[in-house]
């Protein structure tokens, strides 16, 4: 059965860091690109990073540009997101999902993790 399992999230107080960890299992992990997304109250989820593959460049919303890294390890089906500098806005439930790179494979999502930055 596949699944992804979001860990790390937390209070954190402005400026601090956080690492999200994103376990998956049940699917060809080395097969999927993996995105993060994050939706705060009353707004719509959003993008915040996505990779490709292990070999791919990262891309990254611009409001976390700078900010956040993140990265995956295919020897462990994880994908990481390190968030620094963070800022109220950044506050919203991180969710992980994976997408998959080639035709006849479905998408996953986590369950989500909350972050919330505030003093």
């Known amino acids: 059965q596949a699944q992804l399992v979001e860990s790390g999230g937390g209070l954190v107080q402005p400026g601090g860091s956080l690492r999200l960890s994103c376990a998956a299992s049940g699917f060809p992990f080395s097969m999927y690109g993996m995105v993060w997304h994050r939706q705060a109250p009353g707004k719509e989820r959003e993008l915040v990073a996505g990779?490709?593959?292990?070999?791919?460049?990262?891309v990254y919303v611009d409001s976390v540009k700078g900010r956040f890294t993140i990265s995956r390890d295919d020897a462990r089906n994880t994908v990481y997101l390190q968030m620094n500098s963070l800022k109220p806005e950044d506050t919203a439930v991180y969710y992980c999902?994976?997408?998959?790179?080639?035709?006849?494979?479905?998408?996953?999502w986590g369950q989500g993790t909350q972050v919330t930055v505030s003093s």
């Open positions: 999902k994976a997408n998959p790179r080639y035709v006849g494979y479905r998408s996953y």
């Open positions: 990779i490709p593959s292990v070999d791919s460049s990262p």
